[in-house]
């Protein structure tokens, strides 16, 4: 199984958001990034439009459907009317459910699935009659009856919050045990029928141990990192990095 690549774009909004101009362009470093080979791209609108804009999503939505068909489109957030609705025009393919205040920088944890279960079990129904995958934000290490009532809100899949392991880059003793951590939450939700996605505070050093664990995990979704890397290598290049360290052929 290959772990596909999904190229997060909210960083390079943000740089775009510094200034009333219309670069650097998401369309167009998208565009890099699809035609490198990554699997898709991925957006989180949070309501101050702070990262990616509203006006953003039909412009991606539209550079995949006009030139890389094969590609898949990724929405995150947190599952108020708005955000449904965006989804609902936008039409992603997967829709990632986090549970953020609008107040925080970046997401930081994962769903209490036992304590919203029946909020995402509602929402989850409404994303997937409307045509998209659902995955939902989990703990690295969530217990198996969290992970049941994750699998009871009708969830096709589950996305490790990595941030923890990303965070001890300077302890490789550490990185080996959230590894496991993270290995074993994994082999919990698949035992269920869940799908595994990954993200948060991924990088070119730590994504192959990650994935040496956990082989069978289906996306990596990864903004911060490789917007970071591409000021150096370049859109293109550091595309093609991360898939390497993803294990994937070039």
């Known amino acids: 199984m290959t772990v596909a690549l999904s190229v997060n774009v909210n960083a390079i909004a943000m740089l775009r958001n510094r200034r ?56 995150e957030g947190y599952p108020s009317d708005d955000f449904i609705e965006l989804c609902r025009v936008n039409q992603p ?38 045509g998209a995958r659902v995955s939902l934000f989990a703990e690295g290490d969530a217990s198996l009856e969290a992970l049941e009532a994750a699998r009871e809100t009708g969830a096709d899949r589950i996305e490790l919050y990595t941030g923890p392991y990303g965070g001890c880059y300077g ?16 082999e919990r939700a698949r035992s269920l029928g869940l799908g595994v996605n990954a993200g948060h505070d991924l990088t070119v050093e730590n994504l192959p141990m ?12 990864i903004g911060h990192a490789l917007t970071a890397d591409a000021l150096v290598h370049g859109m293109a290049e550091t595309v093609r990095r991360f898939r390497k360290a993803c294990g994937q052929p070039l």
Do not use: M
Not at 210 to 216: A, D, E, N, S
């Open 171 to 186: 302890d490789a003793e550490k990185a080996r045990r959230i590894a496991e951590d993270l290995g074993q939450t994994a």
């Open 20 to 75: 009333d101009l219309p670069w650097p362009d998401l369309r167009e470093l998208g565009r890099i990034a699809l035609q490198a080979g990554a699997a898709g791209l991925t957006v989180h609108p949070r309501p101050d439009q702070r990262h990616v804009r509203f006006c953003d999503l039909p412009v991606l939505r539209a550079l995949i459907d006009d030139e890389f068909p094969q590609a898949e489109f990724n929405v």
């Open 93 to 130: 393919e997967q829709v990632t459910l986090v549970p953020d205040d609008p107040r925080q920088a970046t997401s930081d944890h994962g769903w209490d699935f036992i304590t919203h279960r029946a909020l995402l079990k509602d929402v989850v129904g409404r994303l997937k009659a409307g």
């Open 210 to 221: 990650l994935v040496g664990r956990i082989p069978f995990i289906a996306e990596v979704s």
